[in-house]
């Protein structure tokens, strides 16, 4: 009984919607189509709830961090953050109908602080980037070779100083882009998609149980 | 040229290569910050394709058509993307093209706002909301919130402010409420734009993509330019380039001096390393010799 709830309920679910689902595209049929539209409102109510649910998962993981005292200040100060944000943004929203969208100390919240927080560690990737270069592009043999042009004509190129120092170097990088760079992509989307069909094919006849979750 | 004696010191290129890395990061910080001090003024050259592409097919669409902008511009794509997004923006405005923005990411939600306050000078209040311009706010659902999105306009129910997508101008005049009647789809962030192009273009084909995408993505829209995707601005040059090309230089431009010279500090920086490589084999070559 444990064994049909666990495993073939949920199997059967899925194949069942993925067959519809599958229908829908490809038949015509006014009931059908509805029971598909329906369900698709139903999966993306669910995926706000989600947001709902990331809220209370985080919660419970850094509240254990803070009773075991284990980096309590980060966890402090993520909750503190978070749950300020949620009340105060609840709070205007109830008594005041200011959606959090609208919300001005929102807005300048994520201007003043988020924005410029996020973007400076992104930005100090490059610093880090610059550093990693100098070390390790090295032109040890033919292969780390063309590596290492590839890469001074990609990021010389692509930069507006780059027709300054040789006039063909944007249409040099342009056509590493255009040339061997679309086909390595068109290579990789095409085993992407390749290898996507197989796994969905092993989910299908369950051959492949991860997605359910532990002990299956 | 060598400095070493008797194998305790280093030679100059050994030293060269283990180079303490904050010596980097400060040639870095100047490159990036001396433009901003003193501007250099470099000319922004040669136009990508990619980029006179997507200004062609703009240029080609009669006032009035839609064009769909979703909006994954998350803080920490803020500096490649977002002048993007104001950039089409800029140029949605001159051309009087009708615009609807959603993001599927919820920490994108304030980028949208500031874009609109920025080129329209209000969000929910101005005069011509909800007739040329929507924000739909947070779309969830992933790509099949979005598959539902371009079968049925009405489909989020309201906007980003509580209004209702049924009562509203822009969604009156549309004669078929789906996909069928827009003609670009924007998308922005590092994940590339190859949802759009399978749930999109696939589908409506008179609806072409394109993004403002971050440098780091623009290898994988190689697949599909130019066919499915039209054109598209490749981070920060990108952005500068469309500027350019409406006349409205903005934020881009303005960045383009501190991009050019690091990019340059980096490419001169991989180059001495390599020399430094190159001549302490040599110098350890001749010893051992």
Not at chain 1, 42 to 60: K, N, Q, Y
Not at chain 1, 134 to 144: D, I
Not at chain 2, 165 to 175: G, I, R, T, V
């Amino acid at each position: 009984m444990s064994l049909m709830f666990k495993r073939y309920v949920p199997w059967g679910i899925l194949v069942a919607m993925t067959s519809m689902v599958a229908a829908d595209t490809i038949i015509v049929q006014t009931d059908l189509n509805n029971m598909i539209k329906s369900a698709t409102t139903a999966l993306s109510i669910i995926g706000s709830f989600a947001v709902m649910v990331s809220v209370i998962l985080l919660t419970r993981s850094h509240a254990g961090k803070i009773r075991k005292n284990k980096l309590a200040v980060e966890s402090w100060t993520l909750l503190g953050c978070m749950w300020v944000m949620i009340i105060y943004g609840l709070y205007r929203f109830i008594f005041a109908g200011v959606r959090p969208i609208a919300e001005p100390t929102i807005q300048y919240i994520f201007n003043a602080i988020v924005a410029p927080g996020d973007s400076t560690v992104y930005a100090l990737l490059y610093f880090v980037i610059a550093s990693a270069c100098y070390r390790a592009f090295r032109a040890k043999n033919m292969r780390s070779l063309i590596l290492l042009i590839v890469g001074i004509v990609f990021i010389i190129g692509r930069a507006p100083i780059g027709q300054l120092l040789y006039v063909g170097m944007p249409d040099l990088a342009n056509w590493i882009l255009n040339v061997p760079g679309a086909a390595m992509v068109k290579a990789l989307l095409l085993a992407e998609v390749i290898s996507s069909f197989a796994l969905n094919i092993r989910v299908l006849l369950g051959q492949e149980r991860g997605w359910m979750g532990r002990g299956d | 040229m060598a400095t070493e004696t008797a194998g305790t010191r280093k030679s100059v290129w050994d030293r060269l290569q283990d180079i303490d890395p904050k010596i980097i990061y400060g040639i870095m910080l100047i490159a990036v910050f001396l433009p901003l001090i003193r501007p250099l003024g470099v000319p922004i050259g040669n136009i990508n394709p990619e980029v006179t592409n997507l200004y062609n097919y703009l240029n080609s669409l009669p006032a009035g058509s839609i064009i769909v902008h979703d909006c994954e511009i998350s803080p920490i794509y803020m500096a490649e993307c977002y002048p993007c997004f104001v950039a089409f923006l800029n140029e949605h405005v001159q051309r009087s093209f009708k615009v609807i923005m959603f993001t599927q990411d919820t920490t994108a939600l304030p980028a949208i706002e500031k874009g609109i306050t920025e080129v329209y000078g209000k969000t929910k209040d101005h005069p011509n909301y909800g007739k040329t311009f929507v924000n739909l706010g947070f779309l969830p659902g992933s790509t099949l919130g979005l598959n539902a999105f371009a079968a049925d306009n009405l489909f989020p129910v309201l906007d980003a402010y509580g209004n209702k997508l049924a009562d509203m101008q822009f969604f009156k005049e549309m004669a078929d409420k789906s996909a069928r009647s827009w003609r670009l789809v924007v998308g922005y962030g590092s994940g590339g734009v190859g949802y759009l192009v399978q749930q999109i273009t696939d589908v409506y084909p008179n609806c072409k993509t394109s993004s403002g995408t971050a440098a780091v993505a623009i290898p994988s829209h190689y697949a599909y330019y130019p066919n499915k995707i039209i054109g598209f601005l490749g981070g920060l040059t990108g952005a500068a380039q469309f500027e350019y090309l409406i006349g409205k230089p903005g934020i881009a431009i303005a960045g383009m001096d501190a991009q050019s010279l690091a990019s340059l500090a980096i490419a001169v920086l991989i180059v001495v390393g390599n020399v430094a490589y190159f001549a302490a084999r040599r110098t350890k070559a001749v010893r051992g010799g």
